[in-house]
């Protein structure tokens, strides 16, 4: 399963201490809303994570905290300053561009250099923070180099590194992992995570990779059609979706449409039912493989018959799609080689109902 | 009809129609010729088509083949090209005629060959029996009359104080200016092989020159747009000018006036030197001698009989005037004239 | 294995470069040449005689007016390659941030004043510039002349004549470089604090001198072989070398001088851009 940081469980930022607010901003392109009525606001110290499908807004709404877009309504501020119309080099962040975007025609010192020099910082200054932030990303031997010398994932931390080295108030990364290949993805994932934690700066950071965003972030930002679906910590945003989109979007699951009685059970479209004790309406139940269970002799509650429609077998583990009176659930399950199913078995399985999230319709707004 | 009469219709007529090439032969005796003539372009060519080429072809069935073009540029080609040249006759004007017998590709044309001839009036045959001088232009001080009251009367004249700032002049790679130059010289005791009065000249008009005019038709607009009201022209622009509504007038130097001759030169080596003649005979007769001055007013050169519209506006329209033609050397201009353009190149541009 | 292929390489390489290589060996360098050798001619005529002599030159660099033309005519190639860059490079740079669909019909606008007859487009500046003209007309209603002025026949107008003529070719090297520079850079520069003065001077401006030099040498070279230009323009009072050696090549028929002067041309005008490359090089690609 997706492992959840917990070293840092310590840490809480305080919830009134915003290095960045945006206030119910809006982006129109003409008549179309990149982003429409949007307020989130960045606690200091945290990493926070817009996280979406492309086209949600998220990185709009990044590039209107960086500067680069004007908002069409709304305001932003960064520490307490209203900066909504200033441009960006006149706001303190740092940013880490997908593309990393270092200056081919500099070296390595000099690009992490640039940004001190435009602030004034008095030469000796500047080469000792050079020196420090490429020890920070353990590359001080790369300092002559050109960017075009690098490799992608050297090319990334030295983009990290200009960002920090202004010491911005916050820290803005665009998808920064994008353009690495999966392996390097996973340990630069770490190193970021470790070197934004050592200097403990505030980050706002865009991706559409839901196991990126619940590995790295203290709260994530689920955005969907230039609006904001749920904030949360990546605990409550997996385990109590507050909206489908957000369930279906946050792991994997099967959406279940139907009603809770009025003893609180709940009752599918196509009659599969589940008891429990939910308020009584019109709701989505929503179903991870983790909660379908191999029926055992020592299982509690009711045992169903289901068809496997599909099974795929992934190393560790088979990810099997069963047909459950009409409803197709998805579970995952470790199988002896020689049980192996196949299309068309039958097996019998339990659903666990204890942390089992069933969203009333009413909360699904949109 | 009885048959004795007809019989002899009939063989009257057979022999007429035998007859009837032959005689066409005796009158055509050009047919299958055509003269190739490098051309000035324009209502030049235009006026000997009308008044040489025309006539010719009537006449002899000769056809006669202008190419327009810049004579400097044909004369190079006559003279890379001197086993095969690209034209029977040259056409070109008296400080050519020094190139062409340097270098030694045109043939005399005597009286004998050209009756004609005669007809020419006495210092138009500049270089012996080379070349048959058809037609005189003349660079003469002219002033547009809507802003100059006082008129000009001598090429030195350009110089005057009230001019400043309003004189055009051609520039010093053009023949006008060499013959110009030479005028002032002349005009302030100095001679071809003595410039400085000229060059002394040129340094006081230095505030009044406004432009030196790299090619004729640049001048005509430039005094057309008014930007100068004074200056030196060919006599024949001058006139076009007038027929532009431009009131230019022309000056008649008291001291003496500066030309250049046409020529028409036969090339060495052509076919049909008889074809040749008859151009060069009908270009002096009364028809061809007139066609240009009709068209550009630009003067003759033969004893012609001139209309009383055109003696009113040639330059030349009396003994007395076309005594006060100067006689040019023009193998010493030819050969002096690089180290005057370098000299107004310097006086004009420091 | 490798070795053949490397020849294959080299082989294709010969037969795509042969056809140019014949073309410029032919059209140019024996031209050139030929140039070199009628310079050292003693005669004064045409291409009369055989023999060797300095005199041409000798006679070109002891007299101060013809090595104060040449000056004259450099400083006009920068006066008017400056200008261009001044107008061209702001022109072609927001061309290059344009949508391609967008920069279609401007590419046009840019263009089309090359496809034009030199003659043509001169003829158009003397109706413009003239005493009775568009400008002179235009500045006496405004007021700005009480009578009109003659504004031809300078020098300013045969700089703004030749700047009018050079300008798209300065427009389309300085596009065709900044569109290789991706916009994201100037995002990361302004990230970094960098205004917009700092951001063209040292992100922007050092991206583009490859284009800038291009465009510079371009416009340079045609500048100070201009000769229709200055002389109808001109009106033969502005000095610049390339009318010169018309004049002498086709009315003085001095070809062997004129050709001395046209190597002199040649050569310093190489010398010069070669220079200015190096020169810029240096200070522009990174150190270290």
């Not at chain 2, 004579?71 to 890379?80: F, H, N």
């Not at chain 3, 798209?168 to 470089?177: A, E, G």
């Not at chain 3, 001088?257 to 190489?270: D, I, P, Q, R, T």
Request: charged letters at 20%; proline letters at 5%.
């Amino acid at each position: 399963m997706l492992a959840l940081s917990k070293e840092r469980d310590n840490f809480v930022p305080e919830a009134d201490d915003l290095v960045v607010e945006l206030r119910s901003v809006s982006k129109y392109y003409g008549e179309v809303a990149a982003v429409s009525n949007t307020s989130i606001g960045v606690r200091r110290g945290e990493l926070l994570c817009l996280l979406g499908p492309s086209g949600c807004g998220k990185t709009t709404t990044l590039r209107m905290v960086a500067g680069f877009v004007e908002p069409t309504s709304g305001s932003i501020t960064i520490n307490g300053v209203d900066m909504t119309r200033q441009p960006p080099y006149r706001r303190d962040t740092g940013m880490v561009f997908q593309s990393y975007a270092l200056f081919p025609h500099m070296t390595v010192a000099q690009n992490i250099e640039f940004g001190l020099e435009n602030l004034k910082w008095p030469r000796d200054e500047r080469k000792a923070r050079v020196e420090e932030m490429l020890r920070l990303v353990e590359l001080p031997h790369l300092a002559d180099r050109l960017p075009a010398q690098l490799s992608g994932g050297q090319q990334q931390r030295i983009a990290l590194a200009r960002a920090l080295a202004m010491r911005p108030a916050v820290l803005l990364l665009d998808e920064p992992f994008s353009n690495l290949d999966a392996q390097l993805r996973l340990r630069m994932r770490e190193e970021l995570r470790e070197v934004v934690r050592s200097v403990n700066v505030t980050t706002l950071f865009v991706t559409h990779d839901q196991e990126e965003a619940l590995a790295m972030s203290d709260r994530i930002v689920v955005m969907n059609a230039g609006q904001v679906e749920q904030i949360g910590t990546p605990g409550e945003i997996y385990e109590s979706p507050e909206t489908p989109f957000v369930a279906k979007f946050i792991g994997w699951c099967s959406l279940l449409k139907g009603t809770v009685g009025p003893d609180g059970s709940f009752t599918s479209a196509a009659g599969l039912r589940l008891d429990g004790n939910w308020s009584a309406g019109s709701a989505t139940a929503v179903i991870r493989p983790e909660h379908v269970r191999l029926s055992t002799d020592d299982a509690s509650g009711p045992s169903y018959q289901g068809r496997v429609l599909q099974a795929h077998y992934y190393g560790g583990a088979t990810r099997i799609v069963l047909d459950l009176n009409g409803e197709q659930l998805t579970m995952q399950e470790r199988f002896p080689f020689w049980r192996h199913p196949k299309t068309g078995d039958l097996l019998s399985v339990t659903i666990s109902t204890d942390d089992l999230r069933v969203i009333p319709a009413e909360e699904d707004r949109r | 009809m009885k048959r004795r009469a007809f019989l002899r219709f009939a063989t009257t007529a057979a022999a007429g129609v035998l007859a009837a090439p032959y005689v066409q032969a005796q009158t055509k005796k050009f047919a299958n010729v055509t003269l190739r003539v490098n051309g000035f372009g324009g209502a030049f060519d235009e006026a000997l088509r009308k008044g040489v080429a025309g006539p010719l072809e009537e006449k002899y069935g000769l056809k006669v083949q202008f190419t327009a073009g810049a004579t400097q540029a044909d004369l190079v080609k006559l003279i890379a090209n001197k086993s095969s040249p690209p034209y029977d006759l040259f056409m070109c004007d008296s400080s050519y005629v020094v190139e062409l017998l340097k270098a030694d590709i045109v043939e005399e044309i005597k009286v004998s060959d050209v009756p004609n001839i005669k007809r020419i009036l006495p210092g138009f045959r500049e270089f012996g029996d080379y070349g048959v001088p058809f037609n005189v232009s003349s660079v003469v001080p002219v002033f547009n009359s809507k802003y100059i009251k006082r008129p000009l009367t001598s090429y030195s004249d350009i110089a005057r104080s009230d001019l400043t700032g309003r004189v055009i002049l051609p520039a010093p790679d053009q023949i006008a200016s060499s013959l110009y130059l030479l005028g002032m010289a002349e005009e302030n005791g100095g001679s071809i092989s003595e410039m400085e009065p000229a060059m002394k000249i040129l340094s006081a008009a230095k505030p009044n020159i406004v432009a030196l005019a790299q090619t004729n038709v640049a001048e005509l607009q430039m005094f057309q747009s008014e930007e100068g009201y004074a200056g030196i022209f060919w006599d024949g622009r001058a006139h076009e000018l007038r027929t532009k509504g431009i009131p230019i007038v022309t000056v008649f130097p008291s001291q003496g006036v500066y030309s250049t001759i046409s020529y028409i030169n036969v090339v060495k080596g052509m076919k049909y030197p008889e074809a040749a003649y008859a151009f060069a005979d009908q270009l002096l007769s009364d028809q061809g001698m007139l066609a240009i001055p009709e068209a550009l007013r630009y003067g003759v050169t033969t004893d012609v009989k001139l209309p009383e519209d055109l003696r009113r506006d040639l330059l030349f329209n009396s003994p007395e005037r076309n005594a006060l033609r100067k006689q040019i050397d023009w193998q010493q201009l030819w050969a002096n004239r690089s180290g005057w353009i370098e000299r107004v190149n310097k006086t004009i541009r420091n | 294995m490798k070795q053949s292929l490397l020849k294959r390489r080299s082989l294709t390489l010969v037969i795509l470069l042969t056809p140019m290589v014949l073309l410029l060996a032919g059209f140019l360098v024996l031209p050139v040449l030929g140039l070199l050798r009628s310079s050292f001619l003693p005669s004064t005529h045409l291409l009369d005689g055989t023999g060797f002599s300095l005199k041409h030159y000798v006679h070109f660099f002891s007299d101060t007016y013809y090595s104060s033309v040449l000056v004259e005519t450099f400083v006009d190639g920068l006066i008017v390659s400056l200008v261009c860059l001044l107008i061209g490079f702001p022109t072609g740079y927001s061309l290059a941030r344009l949508t391609s669909a967008a920069r279609r019909w401007r590419m046009i606008v840019v263009i089309l004043p090359l496809t034009l007859s030199l003659v043509v487009v001169v003829f158009g500046w003397l109706i413009i510039l003239g005493r009775n003209g568009l400008l002179n007309s235009l500045f006496v209603y405004l007021g700005i002349f009480s009578s009109p002025k003659t504004l031809l026949f300078s020098r300013p107008a045969v700089l703004i004549v030749l700047v009018q003529q050079f300008l798209p070719f300065m427009i389309l090297s300085v596009m065709s470089v900044v569109t290789q520079i991706h916009p994201v850079l100037e995002q990361a520069a302004s990230n970094l604090r960098a205004n917009r003065f700092v951001t063209f001077r040292k992100v922007i401006l050092p991206l583009a001198v490859p284009g800038i030099l291009v465009g510079f040498n371009i416009v340079f070279v045609l500048s100070i072989s201009a000769f229709i230009t200055p002389r109808l323009i001109g009106g033969a009072r502005v000095a610049m070398l390339g009318s010169l050696i018309y004049e002498t090549i086709m009315a003085q028929l001095n070809w062997p001088f004129g050709a001395a002067m046209a190597f002199v041309l040649f050569v310093s005008g190489l010398a010069f851009t070669v220079a200015l490359n190096a020169l810029v090089a240096s200070r522009f690609t990174v150190r270290g």
